[in-house]
């Protein structure tokens, strides 16, 4: 029997890892509040053709081009377990379709701008991306 024959596949070492320490609660209400957002940009932004979010990458010093639903995932999957997983990139991409977070932010701000200045009372009313 060779370590193919294993329902699992071959023993490449144990798998075993020490769990990343929790997110405080700071870090959690960060999270929180970069789910909100992505929810903001994918609606405003997803309809003019923009595909997801271009992350500049401190390990490997590239841009990752990541699309909507996995960018909410990894936010959903650091909630949960405190770091992301590795995924797989789209095949080769069009960096057109892909807007940085700062991009997508100034964009909400605008469009919220607008909004408010369309208010027929003057007051201002809603919420700029990343007010702080």
């Not at 320490?21 to 923009?50: H, K, N, Q, Y």
Request: contains cysteine; glycine residues 8%.
């Amino acid at each position: 029997m060779s370590p193919f024959d294993d329902a699992f596949g071959p023993d490449f070492g144990s798998t075993d890892r020490p769990a990343p320490p929790p997110l405080t609660m700071e870090e959690r209400a960060g999270v929180l509040d970069d789910l909100a957002e992505l929810e903001v940009f994918r609606t405003l932004l997803e309809p003019t053709g923009i595909k997801g979010i271009v992350v500049d990458c401190p390990d490997c010093e590239e841009e990752h081009h990541v699309d909507w639903a996995l960018m909410q995932a990894n936010l959903r999957q650091l909630l949960e377990e405190g770091q992301t997983g590795r995924h797989e990139p789209p095949f080769e991409p069009n960096p057109d379709d892909y807007v940085s977070w700062d991009y997508a932010s100034g964009y909400a701000d605008g469009v919220a701008a607008l909004a408010e200045q369309d208010e027929p009372s003057g007051r201002r009313t809603g919420r700029h991306a990343r007010e702080e």
